[in-house]
């Protein structure tokens, strides 16, 4: 799954930077605007994609541990 996530989050920065390429090649705000958007949600993607995997290494930690029933 991870190997997926990291394939997808590579191909939109890659899309974001053909998208800047674009903009910067006919000088239009919009596909830059564009650009730095789909660049913003892959970085936004591998955050909460760690973040998750930290939380469930957490839940995992604890359901492992019989101290939290007390």
């Known amino acids: ?10 191909l939109l ?3 974001s930077l053909h998208l800047m390429q674009e903009a910067f090649n006919t000088q239009e705000f919009s596909l830059m605007l564009a650009g730095t958007l ?15 995997g ?3 290494g957490y839940l995992t930690q604890m359901a492992q541990s019989p101290s939290y029933l007390y």
């Open 54 to 56: 930290s939380y469930f």
């Open 13 to 15: 920065v890659a899309w």
């Open 1 to 10: 799954m991870l190997i997926a996530i990291l394939i997808f989050d590579v």
């Open 38 to 52: 789909v660049a913003m949600s892959a970085a936004a993607m591998l955050v909460v994609y760690f973040l998750m």
